[in-house]
């Protein structure tokens, strides 16, 4: 199947640090999600890309949906302590209506 | 509107035992997903229901596991015997409309699975 790298794995920041994150696949997916999973919880859907080049904010959250299809990033403007958590890249597998492929996550911390 | 429910939060088996997962989806949702995350691995896909049917279960590990759905509400998540590498962190996700890849998939706090 379909696979998702994402990097970093884990990230140690400062609040009020802006922070980056991407996801990259070998091959072609035509929509991307990234979902945050809190300690305890299930993963909440953050943002979601459909067209090829998007760029969409959701608060102090933006993703963009790579030219080539194939990569994504997120960025985290201005970090607090309540987005600790692991962010997932996931997409729905070519040729399937709804099985989400996800990576392998990306852990923060927010120190104060 | 309550949200995606999973029980139990926790189970801690001895291999070789059964151990049945619940999910109720959100009021509604005809799709109903299972999801599993072995420890630090990338959540992985297990099955599909539309209503009461599998419509993909290419998912699922093995034939210890064993996923229903009777009357397209609750589903339920039997693995039988348990083995040391079953264990991990169950996901169950639903959603409304038909299955075409964009709608929101709603995820429940997961059960978490520890085979001893």
């Known amino acids: 199947g379909q696979q998702l790298n994402q990097s970093p794995q884990s990230m140690f920041i400062q609040e009020g640090e802006d922070v980056s994150m991407n996801c990259t696949s070998s091959?072609?997916?035509?929509?991307w999600l990234w979902y945050k999973q809190d300690p305890g919880e299930g993963p909440v859907l953050l943002i979601a890309?459909?067209?090829?080049?998007e760029l969409t904010s959701n608060g102090r959250l933006t993703a963009q949906f790579g030219i080539t299809r194939k990569d994504s990033f997120l960025n985290i403007s201005a970090s607090i302590p309540s987005d600790v958590g692991i962010y997932f890249c996931?997409?729905?597998?070519?040729?399937?209506?709804?099985?989400?492929?996800f990576g392998t996550g990306t852990r923060l911390q927010v120190t104060l | 509107e309550a949200g995606v429910t999973q029980f139990p939060s926790h189970s801690v088996i001895e291999k070789g035992q059964t151990v049945t997962l619940r999910c109720d989806p959100i009021?509604?949702?005809?799709?109903l997903y299972w999801y599993r995350r072995v420890m630090g691995k990338e959540i992985k896909f297990l099955l599909h229901?539309?209503?009461?049917?599998?419509?993909?279960e290419s998912g699922m590990p093995n034939n210890r596991f064993l996923a229903e759905r009777t009357g397209g509400t609750y589903s339920t998540l039997k693995v039988q015997p348990a083995e040391l590498e079953d264990s991990g962190v169950y996901f169950c996700?639903?959603?409304?409309?038909?299955?075409?890849?964009?709608?929101?998939?709603?995820f429940g706090p997961g059960t978490r699975l520890l085979v001893l």
């Open positions: 996700a639903s959603s409304s409309l038909p299955g075409q890849g964009t709608e929101t998939q709603y």
């Open positions: 996931a997409g729905p597998e070519t040729g399937t209506a709804s099985k989400l492929t």
């Open positions: 229901f539309v209503k009461e049917s599998k419509q993909d």
């Open positions: 890309l459909y067209k090829a080049g």
């Open positions: 091959s072609i997916f035509n929509t």
């Open positions: 009021s509604g949702h005809d799709n």
